[in-house]
């Protein structure tokens, strides 16, 4: 195996890293076959299958420290099959995020690293904190400019919880018709209620808008403040509720209170920047890089446009065959994200 194959393997192992490693594993089994090795090829490709069959039969079982934070999901997922439903119209207010589509590795500031443990520690220990009278942090407001993982952090605490997430869809739920808004706010409450769930309100701006703005009518400043008085009331026996925006400024002064924990999810930094390329770049060669130099280059960007320009250059290499990253294939995606 290629020495540099080889250390991109190790890194994956090291930050369990399973996306990366069933690329990795991938490259090496193409790799040994390329070199004529086909029975060694054939045997590492059955060991592959045989642990992903056992991983998928085992998938339903919690990591152990968060044990007693699912155990109550089998049932659940069946009482959630019966969506809440607008009145009028009969849609759907929320969807449900399948959990093998939650994506779920992000990087972070250690600050922030650790206010996300702390929220998934304490959902695991709730009863523990229970005993002793006090309550897990169970409503969260995520905010901060786009692209730097709001709803990636959602997505993240569903899973790390074990909790089915279920996005509320605004589409369905704000209705042109007179109080009809807070009524599917109600409703979407009562029913998360029920059952232990993380109630995701991604771009929850629509909802909590400040009232004080004078652009807005007053059926806004009534759905406003239904919200307000759900968020002072919802007392789910289980569950977190996550809130999502980066309208922070405009949002309703009186909402702040009624949050747990309030999260700003901020751009990354350059260690940041330099790990979310790295990350993003662990299945494919990379050539010398002066990443002093790249990531100077990126000053003010987002997560997002920070995969997008490890991405970029990815593509590049393998148009241009090279498969191999360098510095010039990074400068050119970071420009291109410049311009636009
Ligand atoms: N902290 C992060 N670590 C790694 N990748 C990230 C991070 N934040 C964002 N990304 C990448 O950017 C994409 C978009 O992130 P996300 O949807 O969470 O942004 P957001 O903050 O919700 O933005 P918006 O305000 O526009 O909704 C993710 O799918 C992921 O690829
Ligand atoms: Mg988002």
């Known amino acids: 195996m290629k020495a540099e194959l080889l250390k991109r393997f190790f890194r994956a192992i090291a930050s369990s890293d399973q996306e990366a490693i069933d690329k990795l594993t991938h490259l090496v089994i193409e790799e040994e076959r390329s070199k004529g090795h086909t029975l060694l090829a054939d ?14 039969t085992d998938r339903s079982k919690p990591a152990s420290s968060l044990r007693d934070a699912t155990r109550t999901l089998p049932e659940n997922l ?104 807070a009524s599917n706010l109600r409703i979407v409450f009562e029913d998360a209620a029920k059952n232990p769930c993380l109630l995701f309100l991604d771009e929850c701006d ?22 307000l008085q759900i968020l002072d009331e919802y007392q789910p026996s289980s569950g977190l509720l996550v809130a999502a925006t980066n309208l922070n400024k405009s949002l309703d002064t009186a909402l702040w209170r009624r949050f747990d924990d309030l999260i ?17 770049l662990s299945a494919i060669e990379i050539g010398s890089i002066n990443w002093s130099r790249i990531i100077e280059q990126m000053e003010g960007f987002s997560a997002a446009q920070a995969v997008r320009v490890a991405q970029d250059a990815a593509k590049r290499a393998i148009l241009e065959r090279e498969e191999l990253v360098i510095q010039e294939h990074l400068e050119e995606a970071i420009a291109e994200i410049q311009v636009s």
Not at 43 to 56: A, D, P, R, W, Y
Not at 103 to 120: G, Q
Not at 207 to 223: C, F, H, L, P, T
């Open 206 to 227: 629509s909802i909590a808008k400040s009232r004080e703005d004078y652009q807005e009518v007053g059926e806004i400043k009534r759905v406003v403040n239904t919200f």
């Open 43 to 56: 045997q590492l490709e059955n060991i592959t299958k045989k642990s992903q069959k056992e991983k998928s």
């Open 78 to 181: 069946d009482a959630l099959t019966e969506l809440p439903t607008s009145k009028r119209f009969n849609l759907p207010l929320v969807t449900i995020i399948p959990r093998e589509k939650l994506r779920h590795h992000m990087v972070l500031p250690e600050n922030i690293e650790k206010r996300f443990r702390r929220i998934e520690r304490e959902y695991a220990a709730r009863d523990r904190l229970a005993h002793h009278g006090l309550h897990y942090r169970q409503k969260i407001l995520l905010y901060g400019p786009p692209g730097c993982g709001k709803t990636l952090g959602a997505e993240r605490l569903a899973w790390n919880t074990g909790l089915p997430l279920l996005k509320v869809r605004f589409d369905a739920m704000v209705s042109s018709f007179l109080g009809e808004t």
């Open 264 to 280: 700003a999810v901020p751009k990354p930094g350059k260690q940041e920047l330099e790990f979310i390329l790295k990350e993003t």
